[in-house]
């Protein structure tokens, strides 16, 4: 059974959602952050990759934690 790497904690008062990330060089000063089970989770560091990077946070874990639709 593989590892689950994207999941919520539904213990305590709050809900946390986790989220396994992979860091690594993309060219010479650039960095690439990615998550192993989403294949559309791969974003890059510059400021338009890191809003976009944002987004799907908000997406997931409206998804994920609070049960809304993404659309």
């Known amino acids: ?3 689950q790497r994207i999941w919520v904690s539904w213990s305590g008062s709050g809900r946390t959602l986790y989220i396994e990330l992979s ?3 993309a ?3 650039g960095l690439t952050i990615a998550c192993p089970d989403d294949k559309e989770f ?3 560091t510059s400021d338009e990759q890191l809003r976009k990077f ?3 946070l908000q997406r997931l874990f409206a ?3 609070e ?3 993404v659309g």
């Open 54 to 56: 944002r987004d799907k």
């Open 42 to 44: 791969k974003f890059g």
């Open 1 to 3: 059974m593989a590892k």
């Open 67 to 69: 049960g809304r639709p």
């Open 63 to 65: 998804e994920h934690v």
């Open 23 to 25: 860091v690594f060089r």
């Open 27 to 29: 060219g010479k000063t």
